[in-house]
């Protein structure tokens, strides 16, 4: 469709690519399988009324750490924050500077 290409062209994920990203980090997060994953999301969704798509963005967002405020970052934060913690601090062990 004529969005999708707009969409493709602006460098916009697309909301399928979102839920799929999205779907990838929970099951990374949570050692989990798709199925499950997928779950988590739909249950986030019928909990908080927001799309799957947009809600899909926010965590794939929260996950690359976005400084800018991005629609819906707090309800992600509040729902899978507590996953990214120890990823973080594990990740700035990695690349903090010896002593």
Do not use: N, Y
């Amino acid at each position: 469709t004529g969005q999708m290409k707009e969409a493709t062209w602006r460098g916009e994920a697309s909301p399928r690519r979102a839920i799929d990203v999205a779907i990838g980090i929970l099951m990374g997060l949570r050692r989990c399988s798709e199925r499950e994953a997928f779950d988590e999301l739909a249950a986030a969704v019928h909990e908080t009324g927001i799309g799957l798509g947009a809600l899909s963005g926010a965590l794939a967002k929260l996950t690359a750490d976005v400084s800018t405020p991005f629609p819906h970052r707090d309800v992600a934060m509040h729902r899978w924050g507590h996953l990214m913690a120890p990823t973080r601090r594990a990740a700035e062990a990695i690349t903090a500077p010896p002593d």
